[in-house]
């Protein structure tokens, strides 16, 4: 369903009773990469999964974007379902959300899970990401996708599931030019928080094959964190929640039942 929240038009979907639990994608997906999680964690708690301004069928509402802009959008959405305190699950570009807005709305936020979880891109990696802003814009979506299928899938998932591969190149190129560069460009420009400020449980998902959120990264981010729980998920790249769905929802589930 489609839901207007001040100057967007969001497409979102609302499951289940109970808690809440709100899942956020990151660069070029939208709220389909949850679809495993989503059936399996609304049987126990409210669900929302939507996409971000600028991807999947969320308006693109300006040309500029940044995590702050995000942030708000997703503070705009609770307040819309008026919903106060939540579960946020996050994906790649869309931990570094969650992780701010835990930061800027600590009372609102009863934990994080990070499924390749992000810290502050480094230099080479924002340069990387301008220059596929760039790509993007001149050339299309078709430029980047099986770069980013190459770099983000498990070898098992490449080559013993071509299928998924193929769903996942056509996720990507779905996704509108305009809203992907601009999303590469906020991604870039993201801060890393004072993870010190984060005091609710975090869980950390990674794939043991994962070549852009890898394992060191997530046990940086482990051991920054004050309350934090390291799950690694073998054969696994960076799209684990479609890679591994039953391993996510397993690890998921287990942590949200004890908060």
């Known amino acids: 369903m489609f839901k207007a929240i001040k100057d967007l038009q969001v497409n979102c979907e609302v499951k289940g009773n109970g808690d809440t639990v709100v899942f956020v994608h990151g660069l070029g997906g939208s709220l389909n990469i949850w679809n495993s999680q989503v059936n399996v964690c609304s049987r126990y708690f409210k669900t929302i999964a939507y996409d971000l ?133 906020a991604l870039a420009n993201g801060k890393a928080i004072v993870y010190e400020q984060v005091q609710v449980p975090v869980l950390l998902i990674v794939g043991d094959e994962d070549k852009v959120t890898p394992l060191p990264m997530a046990k940086q981010l482990h051991a920054k ?14 799209w684990a929640t479609v890679e591994k769905p039953s391993e996510v929802n397993r690890a998921l589930l287990a942590f949200l039942h004890t908060i």
């Not at 942030?71 to 705009?76: A, F, I, M, Q, R």
């Not at 591969?165 to 779905?174: D, F």
């Not at 964190?225 to 799950?231: G, I, S, Y």
Request: with cysteine; charged share 25%; hydrophobic share 35%.
């Open 225 to 238: 964190f004050p309350h934090a729980k390291l799950e690694v998920i073998a054969d696994c790249g960076h």
């Open 53 to 185: 301004r600028g991807s999947g069928r969320t308006d693109l509402a300006g040309p500029e974007y940044s995590i702050d802009l995000w942030v708000e959008d997703l503070k705009n959405l609770l307040d819309s379902e008026e919903v106060e305190r939540v579960h946020l699950v996050g994906h790649s570009m869309g931990t570094l959300i969650i992780q701010h807005f835990a930061a800027v709305y600590p009372d609102r936020v009863n934990s994080l899970t990070l499924v390749g979880g992000l810290t502050e891109i480094p230099e080479a990696g924002k340069s990387g990401l301008y220059e596929r802003s760039h790509l993007v814009s001149e050339k299309g979506m078709d430029a980047v996708a099986d770069l980013v299928i190459e770099g983000g899938l498990s070898a098992c998932s490449k080559h013993e599931n071509n299928a998924l591969a193929g769903l996942v190149r056509e996720l990507l190129q779905r996704n509108h030019p305009e809203g992907y560069a601009a999303s590469c460009k």
